[in-house]
Every structure is written in C-alpha cells, then in structure tokens.
T-cell receptor, first 116, second 114 residues
C-alpha cells in the first residue's frame, strides 16, 4: 500500500527566505507521480507541482521546485523567496500508474507560517 | 462548469440522520475521488470511480457510507445514520483518464453532526 510521510507538522520561515518541506513515500510500483498541494485557510486545494517517477530533472514551477531523490524515495518541496501569502497547509501526495491502484494518497501535511 | 462543484457547501445534521453530498466533476473527467478531511489533517481516501465503475472503496469507514456515480458524471456520497465522528470536510476531486494526472478539487462540503 502507498504511504506518504511528512515529518514536519509545522514550519516557520522568514519572509523572503527559502524553505524546504519534507516528504518521503513508499511504493513498489515503478511508475508513479508525486504532487504537492497547498491548502490555505479558505480550504481549497491548490495544485503546486508535479514530478513523474521517470522524469530525469527536478520539476520547477515559478518559486516552487521539487527536490526528487528517487533512490531515497523523497520528494521535498522547496519554496524560494517566501511570501506572507505562502502561509498555509502543504500536502505531499502520490498516485501510482497501476490502473487498478490508481487513487491518490496524501501525507498528513505541514503547516507553514511565513513571518514578516 | 469550469471546475469541480460540490453541494451543499455546509451541512448540519442531527445524529442519526441520513445525508447526501453531491459532486459535479469537470466535464469529461473519467476519474472521480472522494476524500474525508478532519480538522488539521490530510485528506483521507474514501473511494474512487472510473466512469461509473467504483474501482476502490477500501477507504469507506463503515457500511453506513455509500457512494455512487450511476452515469459516470455526477457522484453522490451518502452517509446513513450519521455519527459525531463523521463530522469533517468531504472533498471531491476529478481527473482526466491518464493515471498520473493531477486531481482537481472541489471546495468541499463541511459536515457537522450534532
């Protein structure tokens, strides 16, 4: 079964600094996708970034980048130049390619607080 | 519509009542998911459909929970004889057919059982 682990319940970062949110996963499927979502206090789930298991390069989307270390089964999210609006819950998730085991599973999340 | 639509946005039920939560996925999206999210926690998987077929219902916490998607578009999550522990936000998400696609989420239904 899939398992996603986020070991940091809460993180603080100073505005304009970079922060890394940790995520490790466990799967026996060679083909899978890794995702990060942001959930502000309004409750909506906002997609941030995606990394495929066969992608050779780390994914980047604006200020977001994914530090993908396949052998260690980690997919850490790096947010550069933090902004006050980045304060939110952040969830790591994984979805396997297997058509019969295709649901997306989420970690417990990390609450990020950006300090002015 | 442009996004995933869920209704109602808020639902208050007395313990023992039955409730039905509706999800309208993005048009053409084959996959549909239901999640339960308790306060301060991550979304917990409940069930998953591809078109009208319910491929995985392993996350449904008890036989009081039932989901359907009879025509492969709109889905309904029904909870019978609600209990206080059912209080949570219920999220619906959809995605196109490709299995590694991201999920598009609705705004959720916040269920409070008194």
């Amino acid at each position: 079964a899939q398992k996603i682990t986020q070991t940091q319940p809460g993180m603080f970062v100073q505005e304009k600094e970079a922060v890394t949110l940790d995520c490790t996963y466990d799967t026996s499927d060679p083909s899978y996708g890794l995702f990060w979502y942001k959930q502000p206090s309004s409750g909506e789930m906002i997609f941030l970034i995606y990394q495929g298991s066969y992608d050779q390069q780390n994914a980047t989307e604006g200020r977001y980048s994914l530090n993908f270390q396949k052998a260690r089964k980690s997919a850490n999210l790096v947010i550069s130049a933090s902004q006050l609006g980045d304060s939110a819950m952040y969830f790591c998730a994984m979805r396997e390619e297997d058509i019969n085991n295709n649901d997306m599973r989420f970690g417990a999340g990390t609450r990020l607080t950006v300090k002015p | 519509g442009a996004g995933v639509s869920q209704s109602p946005r808020y639902k208050v039920a007395k313990r023992g009542q039955d409730v039905a939560l509706r999800c309208d996925p993005i048009s053409g999206h084959v996959s549909l998911f239901w999640y339960q999210q308790a306060l301060g926690q991550g979304p917990e998987f409940l069930t998953y459909f591809q078109n009208e077929a319910q491929l995985d219902k392993s996350g449904l916490p008890s036989d009081r929970f039932f989901a359907e998607r009879p025509e492969g578009s709109v889905s309904t999550l029904k909870i019978q004889r609600t209990q206080q522990e059912d209080s949570a936000v219920y999220l619906c998400a959809s995605s196109p057919k490709r299995t590694n696609e991201k999920l598009f989420f609705g705004s959720g239904t916040q269920l409070s059982v008194l």
